[in-house]
């Protein structure tokens, strides 16, 4: 799951030469496009880097340093980053979780425990980029809110008469053909699939009830348990039509009638 295509920016707190040249190499072995910006050996070090904001992705952080331990420098600071915590103790771990912790690796680290953790990285990261995609989609589509359907062209003989969405009591499928039916009891053929017509239509106002019927809500008269544990409708029209509900859409036919999308 490492993500090849983006250069992740490093940033390593580790005060022992030795454990951070071997680092950098178990990270340039996972074969990870990265960047180190920022080696810091100390709390002091830490405090000044930090404290300037700089651009980075994630941290690799040792948590005993020369001048204390890392715990000190968050307690101290906001780090909104993650962090993958390393030590020669197992006894942090509790501690380490209640920061932004990626995952908690015992020295000497293994190529395979940082590609797991940069791979729990980017998993994390990718849900969170998904769900900021989503907020984001729900707030455009709040400012621009989707227009539907509320006119039909349809001819009666040889002319062409415009009818409005509030005057459409369903729509039904019939050897292959869409009808639509007005308040009037008229049947008129329209050039749409059921399927097309649940992407035009308010689904606030319409709602498919089974494979071959789509109905307004403001023609129904009642509705009844039926066999099956399906439900019967009536329409206040005099259309004459079974109104069945599909056993597999009643619930979300309830949610409907109720106002729950």
């Known amino acids: 799951?490492?993500?090849?295509?983006?250069?992740?920016?490093?940033?390593?707190?580790?005060?022992?030469?030795?454990?951070?040249?071997?680092?950098?190499?178990?990270?340039?072995?996972?074969?990870?496009?990265?960047?180190?910006?920022?080696?810091?050996?100390?709390?002091?070090?830490?405090?000044?880097?930090?404290?300037?904001?700089?651009?980075?992705?994630?941290?690799?952080?040792?948590?005993?340093?020369?001048?204390?331990?890392?715990?000190?420098?968050?307690?101290?600071?906001?780090?909104?980053?993650?962090?993958?915590?390393?030590?020669?103790?197992?006894?942090?771990?509790?501690?380490?979780?209640?920061?932004?912790?990626?995952?908690?690796?015992?020295?000497?680290?293994?190529?395979?425990?940082?590609?797991?953790?940069?791979?729990?990285?980017?998993?994390?990261?990718?849900?969170?980029?998904?769900?900021?995609?989503?907020?984001?989609?729900?707030m455009m589509d709040s400012l621009h809110p989707k227009s539907y359907k509320n006119r039909f062209l349809i001819r009666i003989n040889n002319k062409m008469k415009i009818l409005i969405v509030s005057q459409v009591i369903c729509f039904y499928s019939d050897e292959g053909q869409t009808h639509l039916v007005d308040k009037s009891g008229n049947d008129h053929i329209v050039d749409y699939t059921l399927e097309r017509l649940e992407e035009l239509l308010d689904p606030e106002q319409f709602f498919r009830i089974n494979r071959k019927v789509t109905i307004s809500i403001n023609e129904i008269h009642s509705v009844e348990d039926y066999f099956n544990n399906r439900l019967k409708i009536r329409l206040n029209s005099r259309f004459n039509m079974d109104m069945v509900v599909s056993r597999n859409r009643v619930r979300d036919f309830k949610n409907w009638l109720r106002g729950i999308s």
């Not at 080696?39 to 830490?46: G, P």
Request: hydrophobic share 40%; glycine share 4%; net charge negative.
């Open 1 to 138: 799951m490492i993500n090849m295509g983006k250069t992740l920016r490093i940033v390593i707190v580790e005060d022992e030469p030795i454990s951070s040249a071997y680092l950098k190499k178990v990270i340039r072995d996972s074969g990870i496009q990265h960047e180190i910006v920022g080696e810091l050996d100390s709390i002091a070090n830490c405090l000044i880097f930090f404290s300037e904001q700089p651009s980075y992705d994630i941290i690799f952080m040792d948590i005993h340093l020369g001048d204390g331990t890392c715990f000190e420098l968050l307690n101290s600071l906001t780090i909104q980053k993650p962090i993958i915590f390393l030590t020669t103790f197992d006894s942090y771990a509790i501690d380490a979780f209640k920061y932004n912790s990626i995952d908690y690796i015992l020295k000497p680290a293994k190529t395979d425990e940082i590609k797991n953790a940069l791979n729990r990285y980017w998993s994390i990261k990718k849900t969170e980029e998904e769900e900021y995609l989503s907020r984001m989609g729900l």
